[in-house]
């Protein structure tokens, strides 16, 4: 019932930035957390950051942490990914996702979008 877009990759050269953006729409009343993921080839999908609505809180992954930024704009529905100091290591496709509801909690994902460091 939430529908995610995604925008914002693309390629950069290695400490480079970038900042991706995720849009959300339909039952957006509902949403409890916002977050991206990444999936590097060969690799399983992994959390990159996450925003809990409810107070505000983060989680970012260690190997992030200092370099990216997870914000949001609650008037556009929108969700940003703030990537600094770019790495080869953080390419990857970077999902956003959404959770909403409890007990069970349903997850949403958006189309993905390919980020890619390189010289």
């Known amino acids: 019932q939430v529908q995610l877009v995604e925008s914002g990759g693309g390629l950069v050269q290695p400490g480079g930035s970038l900042r991706l953006s995720c849009a959300a729409s339909g039952s957006i009343f509902s949403i409890n957390a916002m977050g991206w993921y990444r999936q590097a080839p060969g690799k399983q999908r992994e959390l990159v950051a996450t925003?809990?609505?409810?107070?505000?809180?983060?989680i970012y992954a260690d190997s992030v942490k200092g370099r990216f930024t997870i914000s949001r704009d609650n008037a556009k529905n929108t969700v940003y990914l703030q990537m600094n100091n770019l790495k080869p290591v953080d390419t990857a496709v970077y999902y956003c996702n959404c959770r909403t509801g409890w007990l069970p909690t349903n997850d949403f994902w958006g189309q993905g979008t390919q980020v890619t460091v390189s010289s």
């Open positions: 925003f809990l609505i409810s107070g505000g809180s983060t």
